[in-house]
C-alpha cells in the first residue's frame, strides 16, 4: 500500500520551529539540516511536516501540507499549505513556475565565472538513490553566479537560481561540470564537513489569495558557518 502525505493525518510532533511567515493560508519555515520534509510512512514523526503540525494544532488553523521539499541534507524555506485550497493555488503556481527559489552553496573546485546548466535529468539506473544528466530525462535549468572564491581552499560560494524544481537538481548539475558541493559524497563532492553545503535562501511568490508579491530570506544557521570556516577565510 502506498502512503499519501495528503489523504493520512499527519501525527503532530512538538520540536522548536523557525516560522518566516504565517497567515491563515500558508506557512514558510526554515528547515534544519537533517531533518525530512515529510513522513513517508505512518510511523514517521521526526520530520518537519510532524512539527509544522504541532504548531498548526495550537491554534487549531490547519493542516500541514508542503507545497515543495528539501532533501534531508539541505536547510531553508520550506512552503506550507494550510488548507486545501490553498494547495491547490500554490501547487499550481509552482507547476507554472511562479515561485522562484534561491540556493547558496559551496563547490568544490574555483568556478572562474558564471553559467546556466540546461541538461536534462533522470535516473540513475546504477544507483535507485541518485539522479543523473540523461538526455531521456526531464528538462532542468540552473542558473550559477559566482560570489566568492577561495583558490587557496580551491572552493566557490555561488547563488543558484533554479528554473525548474527537479529532485536533486542543484547536487546533480553542479556535479555535472566538475564541481560538485562541498560534503556531498553521492554525486563526489569531498567530504570536508559535517553536512552538505547547500542551503535554500530565499523564496519569491505572489500570496494565491491576496496576489501580494513575497520575499522571504533566511541566511545560514551556525552550523553552516562552523562548517565553512573550517576549511575556508570567508
Known amino acids: 500500500m502506498t502512503f499519501s502525505l495528503h489523504d493520512n493525518p499527519i501525527t503532530a510532533t512538538k520540536a522548536p520551529l523557525d516560522v518566516r511567515f504565517e497567515d491563515q493560508h500558508l506557512l514558510i519555515v526554515n528547515k534544519p539540516v537533517g531533518v ?20 498548526l494544532n495550537q491554534s487549531k488553523s490547519g493542516t500541514a501540507m508542503p507545497v515543495h521539499r528539501l532533501d534531508q541534507t539541505t536547510s531553508g524555506l520550506i512552503l506550507f499549505a494550510k488548507h486545501s485550497l490553498s494547495l491547490a493555488a500554490l501547487s499550481d503556481k509552482l507547476m507554472k513556475r511562479q515561485i522562484k527559489r534561491e540556493y547558496l552553496a559551496i563547490l568544490d573546485g ?17 544507483h535507485s538513490g541518485r539522479k543523473r544528466v540523461s538526455p531521456n530525462g526531464q528538462s532542468a535549468e540552473t542558473h550559477i553566479h559566482v560570489l566568492e572564491k577561495d583558490k587557496v ?18 547536487r546533480v548539475h553542479t556535479s555535472s561540470i566538475g564541481h560538485p558541493i562541498i560534503g556531498d559524497t553521492l554525486y563526489g563532492g569531498q567530504e570536508r564537513t559535517k553536512r552538505v ?24 544557521g551556525a552550523d553552516w558557518q562552523s562548517n565553512k570556516e573550517s576549511f575556508t577565510s570567508w
Do not use: W
Not at 574555483?110 to 546556466?116: F, P
Not at 581552499?153 to 542543484?170: E, M, W
Open 36 to 55: 525530512k520534509t515529510h513522513p513517508n510512512a505512518p510511523t514517521e514523526t521526526n520530520t518537519l511536516a510532524n512539527f509544522v503540525q504541532f504548531h
Open 110 to 126: 574555483v568556478l572562474e565565472g558564471d553559467r546556466t546548466i540546461n541538461q536534462p535529468i533522470g535516473n540513475d539506473r546504477h
Open 153 to 170: 581552499a580551491s572552493v566557490t560560494l555561488v547563488r543558484c537560481k533554479l528554473t525548474t524544481g527537479r529532485t536533486h537538481q542543484i
Open 197 to 220: 553545503m547547500l542551503h535554500a535562501e530565499r523564496l519569491y511568490l505572489s500570496h494565491p489569495f491576496t496576489e501580494k508579491n513575497m520575499t522571504i530570506e533566511v541566511a545560514p
